[in-house]
């Protein structure tokens, strides 16, 4: 099974800050890293696939970077709505696995 | 666009079975993988397992002996049985469409199933 592991795991930030999450994976998982978006009482909502590829309707300001083990998702100009947990999330290899999420508490 | 919705008994005693299902709106079985994940709460999301239209399965490791996952093409829905459950099995459920090396774009709404004596 491949771990993924996150960092950091709460982060506290102000409106505007750029935020960068880093996912790290237990051994290659080549592209197939994928990251989400989760609020409150909320089902997971997708917003970046195969490592950096943009979801239709997600805003602009998230992107994500990176291949093999070493992956980041990038938030430019934190807003208010983007208080969330994230969480990366791996489909190289069943069983499919995800990271233990990052907190964004907005200030 | 594409809907899941999904439900099921929400409270249930140690040893009972869980049972869900999850029906999709607005597109087909065909092409995709069917996944069950759950959430317990405040804690992360584990993969439970998937499914495809022609019934072809694959389970978490974790879960395998007590888990099975069934389609049924005529009605465009697909479930989860998790037998013997314990309180360790409290959980959000979620159902979500995927593919083979592909992530979830489509969730259920969640299904909070509680169990307890």
């Known amino acids: 099974e491949i771990v993924l592991t996150q960092s950091p795991d709460f982060q506290s930030v102000t409106p505007k800050e750029k935020v960068t999450i880093t996912c790290r994976a237990s051994?290659?998982?080549?592209?197939?890293l994928h990251w989400y978006q989760q609020k409150p009482d909320q089902s997971p909502k997708l917003l970046i696939r195969?490592?950096?590829q943009s979801i239709s309707g997600v805003p602009s300001r998230f992107s994500g970077s990176g291949s093999g083990t070493h992956f980041t998702l990038t938030i430019n100009s934190l807003e208010a709505e983007d208080a969330a947990t994230y969480y990366c999330h791996q489909s190289s290899s069943l069983p499919v696995t995800f990271g233990p999420g990052t907190k964004l508490e907005i200030k | 666009q594409v809907q899941l919705q999904q439900w099921g008994a929400g409270l249930l005693k140690p040893s009972e079975t869980l049972s869900l299902t999850c029906a999709i709106y607005?597109?087909?079985?065909?092409?995709?993988?069917w996944n069950w994940i759950r959430q317990p709460p405040g804690k992360g999301l584990e993969w439970i397992g998937e499914i495809n239209e022609s019934g072809g399965s694959n389970y978490n490791p974790s879960l395998k002996s007590r888990v099975t996952i069934s389609v049924d093409t005529s009605k465009n829905q697909f479930s989860l049985n998790l037998s013997s459950v314990t309180a360790a099995d409290t959980a959000v459920y979620y159902c979500a469409r995927g593919c083979r090396g592909c992530p979830g774009d489509y969730w259920g709404q969640g299904s909070l199933v509680t169990v307890s004596s």
């Open positions: 051994q290659s998982v080549g592209s197939a």
């Open positions: 195969s490592a950096s």
């Open positions: 607005g597109g087909s079985l065909r092409g995709y993988y």
